[in-house]
Each structure stands twice: as C-alpha cells, then as structure tokens.
C-alpha cells in the first residue's frame, strides 16, 4: 500500500488565498461500516485528499484544507474527525529506544 | 488421578495452623457426572443431598453426611476411615474424583496486626514511589537481594528469556501471526532464514526493508530463532508466523495513519498479536486508536504497545503513559531491569481511563537482531520490553487457542507480582506457559 502526500501550502483558485492543510482520520459509524467506500466518497466530494480507506476498523485517512474541517463532520456517517500527529522513535545510535 | 491438597508454601512464607471442620471438600472430576450414586455405592455415604433438589438449590450442607453442590460439582461430606479407604483405593472413586481437601474454618479479618501491617506496607510503598523523598531506585525483588542482577545474558539465552521462562516453556508459536509495526524488517538476516514473514510498507516512497532497526529488533525479540547460529538465543515465538508492517519511515518517524493503517493491514490478515514499539508523548488518549483497539479486540487481535520511556527517575521524573499505548483496549508494557525493578526511563500510569502501565517485560539490555551487517544489537527501551508481551502472548493463544480479551486476561493472570507498584508494573513481569 502507497499513501498519496497531501500538498501544503495549497492555493484555491479565485482570490489568491493560502489555507493551511491538516491531516485528520475520519472514525465512521457502526451502522455505515459496511458501505465505507460510500462515505469516502462523499468525503472526498466534502474536500477530503483520502490517503487510506481503512475497512477493518471503519476509519478514513487523508488531508483537507484546515477551513473544511467543520463541513466535513457533517457528512453523513462520520462518527468523529481528530486531528493526526507524528509518532516517532530515538535514532538507532541511541541507548533508549 | 486424585490429588491431597497440602501445605505447598516456600520455607520464607508466613505459616498458620489452620482450623478444620474434621469434614472434607470433594471435587469431581466430572461436574456433569452421577457423582451423588458414586458417593453412595462406591463410598458408601449414607445420606446424600444434591443441590438440586432443593428450591433455588438452597441445600443446608450440615443436613445430610453429604451435600453435592451441583454447579460447581463440589462435595461437602464427611468420611470415616472406611470411607476415606475407599476414596483413594477404589478405581472409580479415582477417576471421578479430582481433589480432596480438608474442610476450613474461615473467620472475618478482624486482626488489628493487620492494620499495623498496612501501616508499614504504605509507608515502604510511599518511599519507593517517590511520595516521601524515599530513593526509588533500589527496589525489592521477588526473590533475591535488593538491586542485585539476578539475570545475565549466557551462551544460551538472553536475560529476559530467562527471566520470562521462555527459556523453559514448551512452545513456539507455531501457528500464531504476529504483527510487529515499526519501520520494517532486514529482510536479507540470515537469522531468519525459512520463516513465514509477510510484509508491507505504509510509509510512502519507503519499502518495506528496515533502513533503522528498531523495527528487526523487535520482530527479533517477539519472533527470533530458537537457536541462532553462533550466538544466544534472543527471540521469543520461534515458529510463529511474521509480519512486518513498516508504518514509520527508515529515520524513525511515521504518523498516526500509517499506524492506524499498519493496524487495519494486520487485522485484516488475521493476526493474533499486533506489536507497537512506537508511541507520542500526549498525556491523554488519542480517540482513533481507542476505537481501532475496541475494534481489533472484537475481531481477536490484541495489541501491545510500549508504554513510553519519557520518565527518569533518578530525578524524580515518573513520565506518564503515552498514546496508543495509554488507550483503552491496548496492553501497555512498562520495561524491566535485570533484577526485576522498574527500568529508570519507563513510563508511570497515565490517571487516565486506559492509561494504566498493565505488564511489564525486560527492556534493559536487550540484545536481538539488528540490521546486517551489523547482524546483532544490544538497546534498551519499552520498545524492547513490548515485544517480550508480544512473542509471550502467541505463546499462551498457542497453548489455550484465546485471542483478544481472553488472551489479556491470561497475560495479566499467570504474571508474577513483582515488589514494584502497579502504577509502574501493572501487575507485574510476564511469564511464558511451562
């Protein structure tokens, strides 16, 4: 599986404006699991860049213009969008890992 | 086969004369057996009284000579000597009975040396959590002197096999799929040679192939070989099945969709462990990963994670559980030096719902596999202690077939408590099946 790099800063057409990209993971409902595919789409219609559409645990990954985020708890069969963060680990030098 | 229950306390515990009814306590084989006919026609008990019969099963055990708790398949009853002989001579009580013990008097605890004893046992415990200025550093073990090294790595195996059992258990994973999401797997170490691994990278632009190391470490501690040529054993699950999923980069870094995409990867391969030496220091729980692990563990996979090594403790910093570890429905693993104290860079409880440290494991000193050619590397961290869990657990799903919760529920049962507290340890060092 590849993950498609979400673009920052992005500029919309129209009035020259920069908004800043957030990643997010979409948790969607029990009762639409089973048609995840289907809210991808309309998360992607909703502005979402999908990277990831993750059937086993109901959940959609990618990137969205900060601005969006509102409009895209809306869609239907969101359960929740949080915010995505970095995970790391030490350097492979270091004693601690 | 019948057992006689006995005294099995080591010389070291405490002893008691304990009171006893003259009466004896029946366990039979069977539950589900005739047991009330086999009491009186091989035993010889003249009145019997099952359960059963009674209204709700509220039987008065002092009625009959023998009172069979239907449920449970338990007896109360007494036994004269002629009785007793024929309990443990004839061939049928034999089989269908498992047990015979003596009838106990029990009494409430009302002791008041007790509370003295609690007394005494809070303030040793406040000292060594730090709460009174007490050194925390130098901590009782479980057997042996105060912080003494009671494991060593040897020709044959690494210290916290031995400490775990694993150098003793009987098993080998055989069977199980472990996942291990890190940055990937050296695929070219010879180590490895004939194993089933399947693997696949969540981290774009990079394949699969361990540029770090952290990532072959680990699946080395959780699924090594039982005998490496030319060194110690240092792996856990030996014929367990792998799969490696690259979810941060080959310079140690990755995001949560790629875990979470890693995570959805190995359920969907049907793995019975998923290992995670990897985590961010956020002192509350990250909601995706509390929903991915509700739904991995309905699923039957369970997943272990690192407890997080942001504590240092010689200055009086604890740290706290990290995410996803401090999730609810994820195992956290605190690490462990070689004399079973808690190592000086684990993480404490997060007081958080699912923050809780719930093993712990050896994280000290941990030689495993490494890149080639380097071949082989000795670290420490929770990352090191979590795939301990990781390889154990597909030993004990072997041994009892349980997954998911059931599977937790083993781990945190047949653990070893430890003189450490739980904030730190759970409860306490993960222990191999025999």
């Given amino acids: ?97 | 086969m019948i057992e006689e229950r006995e005294d099995r306390r080591p010389d070291s515990e405490p002893t008691g004369t304990a009171e006893t009814t003259g009466r004896y306590v029946i366990v039979f084989s069977d539950p589900d057996a005739n047991n009330v006919r086999m009491l009186q026609s091989t035993v010889g008990v003249a009145s019997v009284a099952n359960s059963r019969d009674f209204d709700d099963q509220r039987v008065d055990p002092d009625q009959a000579d023998a009172t069979v708790f239907a449920e449970l398949g338990i007896a109360v009853t007494t036994l004269d000597p002629s009785q007793l002989g024929a309990m443990r001579t004839t061939s049928e009580a034999q089989s269908a009975v498992a047990s015979i013990s003596p009838e106990l008097i029990h009494h409430p605890l009302t002791d008041t040396s007790y509370v003295a004893g609690y007394r005494d046992g809070a303030a040793d415990l406040a000292e060594r959590i730090g709460a009174a200025g007490g050194d925390s550093m130098g901590s009782a073990t479980a057997v042996g002197e105060v912080g003494v090294a009671q494991f060593f790595d040897t020709a044959d195996n690494t210290w916290g096999l031995a400490a775990t059992r694993v150098s003793t258990s009987p098993l080998s994973g055989r069977g199980i799929k472990v996942a291990v999401l890190d940055t990937g797997f050296d695929s070219s170490h010879p180590d490895f040679v004939g194993r089933n691994i399947t693997t696949a990278s969540f981290i774009t632009g990079e394949t699969p192939q361990d540029g770090h190391g952290h990532g072959t470490h680990c699946i080395g501690t959780a699924c090594g070989p039982k005998k490496p040529s030319g060194t110690r054993r240092y792996g856990v699950a030996y014929e367990s099945d792998i799969f490696a999923g690259k979810v941060l980069s080959n310079s140690g870094s990755g995001t949560d969709a790629s875990v979470l995409a890693g995570i959805n990867w190995a359920i969907g391969q049907n793995c019975h462990i998923i290992s995670m030496s990897l985590g961010a220091n956020v002192p509350q729980a990250h909601p995706p990963y509390t929903a991915a692990g509700r739904i991995a563990l309905s699923k039957g996979s369970l997943i272990v994670a690192a407890a997080g090594n942001n504590a240092d403790r010689a200055a009086r910093n604890f740290g706290f559980v990290g995410a996803p570890a401090n999730s609810p429905f994820i195992l956290a693993v605190g690490a462990l030096e070689e004399d079973l104290s808690i190592a000086f860079f684990s993480a404490r409880t997060l007081f958080r719902q699912g923050g809780g440290v719930d093993l712990a494991a050896p994280g000290r000193r941990v030689f495993s596999s490494w890149l080639m050619p380097q071949r082989y590397n000795t670290i420490s961290g929770t990352s090191m202690a979590t795939p301990h869990v990781s390889g154990i657990a597909a030993l004990w799903s072997q041994s009892t077939g349980m997954r998911g919760r059931e599977l937790w529920s083993v781990l945190v049962q047949e653990s070893d408590r430890l003189f450490e507290p739980s904030v730190d340890v759970g409860s306490g060092l993960v222990v191999a099946p025999q």
């Fill in chain 1, 1 to 97: 599986m590849s993950a498609q790099a979400s673009s920052w800063p992005h500029s919309e057409p129209g009035p020259c404006r920069l908004v800043r990209m957030v990643d997010v993971v979409v948790t969607v409902t029990g009762e639409h699991r089973e048609r995840i595919e289907h809210v991808a789409d309309a998360l992607r219609a909703a502005g979402l860049q999908v990277t990831h559409v993750l059937e086993e645990l109901g959940q959609v990954t990618g990137g969205i213009p900060e601005d969006r985020l509102d409009a895209l708890r809306t869609v239907v069969g969101v359960q929740r969008v949080d915010r995505t963060g970095e995970v790391r680990i030490a350097p492979p030098d270091s004693p601690v890992q």
